[in-house]
């Protein structure tokens, strides 16, 4: 099945970090824009974070600027995610996708070659 893997995630005490990495399965990242998606319990799903196909351009959350960055390796047919400064309120499923332009409205995106998530809980 062609979609989009999320791994990485697991628990971690606010404050503290995790990377997580989207892999394509039958599927070559390198010529997408990748964004990364999470929803939360009870929540509507959610933009974070999103990388152009050239990895020159890069979006985020206003709730997750400063903390959390993009960066792609196409070579390793991989976007990852590292996420800082964790707190309890990133506690959520995260997925990748890939989106269509227009990219300005990425976190409004239908995405596409949806995967597994993977859950990411910020506890102490």
């Known amino acids: 099945q062609v979609q989009l893997v999320a791994s990485g995630g697991g628990l971690v005490q606010p404050g503290g970090s995790l990377r997580l990495s989207c892999t394509g399965s039958r599927f070559r990242l390198q010529y997408y824009a990748i964004g990364w998606f999470r929803q939360a319990p009870g929540k509507a799903r959610e933009g974070v974070s999103l990388?152009?196909?050239?990895?020159?351009?890069?979006y985020y959350a206003d709730s997750v600027k400063g903390r959390f960055t993009i960066t792609r390796d196409d070579a390793e047919n991989t976007v990852y995610l590292q996420m800082n400064s964790l707190k309890p309120e990133d506690t959520a499923v995260y997925y990748c996708?890939?989106?269509?332009?227009?990219?300005?409205?990425?976190?409004?995106?239908?995405?596409?070659?949806w995967g597994p998530g993977t859950q990411v809980t910020v506890s102490s």
């Open positions: 996708a890939a989106v269509y332009p227009p990219l300005e409205n990425w976190a409004k995106s239908s995405g596409d070659y």
């Open positions: 990388i152009d196909s050239s990895g020159s351009t890069t």
